[in-house]
């Protein structure tokens, strides 16, 4: 079975927004703490933002203005909402489980260019 599911990437200009989702099998989300992780070509994975079990969340600086991450419990589903987009966030979105295993998502594309 597909355990994480992202979905919401696409192509935006600078100053756009989007709203990544991803959706987790409900034995590993009821337990585990999400993140955001994202890549570029070329470059190492790096961590975006965190929520955890009780909805506490936390981010890098780059992402704490801009970029809110989220859940909806009911939908066993994790939200990456981005404003303010720039170029630099170009990169593949990964959806992240961690707990006593890991988990990943497949990634979305996240494209930000005139």
């Known amino acids: 079975q597909v355990q994480l599911a992202e979905s919401g990437g696409g192509s935006v200009q600078p100053g756009g927004s989007l709203r990544l989702s991803c959706v987790v099998s409900e034995s590993i989300f009821r337990f585990n703490a999400m993140s955001w992780y994202r890549q570029a070509p070329g470059k190492e994975r790096e961590l975006v933002a965190s929520?955890?079990?009780?909805?506490?969340?936390k981010y890098v600086d780059f992402a704490r203005d801009r970029f809110t991450i989220s859940k909806d419990n009911a939908m066993n589903t994790v939200y990456l909402q981005m404003n303010s987009l720039k170029p630099e966030d170009t990169a593949v979105y990964y959806c992240n489980a961690a707990g006593s295993d890991t988990y990943w998502g497949q990634g979305t594309q996240v494209t930000v260019s005139s």
């Open positions: 929520i955890f079990r009780y909805g506490s969340s």
